[in-house]
C-alpha cells in the first residue's frame, strides 16, 4: 500500500503561481510513477503531468505545457507540481497518484491516489 497526501492548493489570482507537493508513504516510493490529475466541477478526472520513476521522462496535458513542471525528490518520497501563468480554468481538485505500469497521459496504470487539494483561480 501507498499512502499519498497532496498539499498546496488555495485561491490565487490569474498569472499567479504555486506549487503543489504530494508526500507518499508506505512502499518504497521509488519504485513508481508519479502522475498528476485534476476535476473540475461537472467535468471528468483528466491528466496534468506525469514522471517516471527516476525523475525522468516528465510528460504534460497539451493544456499545461509551458506553464506547469512535475519533478520529484525520491529521497523525500515527495512528488512536485509547480504551475505558473495560473488560468482561471485551472480550477479543480489536484490530485497524485503512483503506480507502476502506468499508461502516459492517461489515468490508467495508477494503482494508489490521494485525496485530492482544492485550487481555484480567480480572473
Known amino acids: 500500500q501507498v499512502q499519498l497526501v497532496e498539499s498546496g492548493g488555495q485561491l490565487v489570482q490569474a498569472g499567479g503561481s504555486l506549487r503543489l507537493s504530494c508526500a507518499a508513504s508506505?512502499?518504497?516510493?521509488?519504485?513508481?510513477?508519479m502522475g498528476w490529475f485534476r476535476q473540475a466541477p461537472g467535468k471528468e478526472r483528466e491528466f496534468v503531468a506525469a514522471?517516471?520513476?527516476?525523475?525522468?521522462?516528465?510528460f504534460y496535458a497539451d493544456s499545461v505545457k509551458g506553464r506547469f513542471t512535475i519533478s520529484r525528490d525520491n529521497a523525500k518520497n515527495t512528488v512536485y507540481l509547480q504551475m505558473n501563468s495560473l488560468k482561471p480554468e485551472d480550477t479543480a481538485v489536484y490530485y497524485c497518484?503512483?503506480?507502476?505500469?502506468?499508461?502516459?497521459?492517461?489515468?490508467?496504470?495508477?494503482?494508489?491516489w490521494g485525496q485530492g487539494t482544492q485550487v481555484t483561480v480567480s480572473s
Open positions: 514522471i517516471s520513476r527516476s525523475g525522468g521522462s516528465p
Open positions: 508506505g512502499r518504497t516510493f521509488s519504485r513508481y510513477a
Open positions: 497518484a503512483a503506480g507502476e505500469t502506468v499508461v502516459a497521459g492517461t489515468c490508467r496504470g495508477y494503482d494508489y
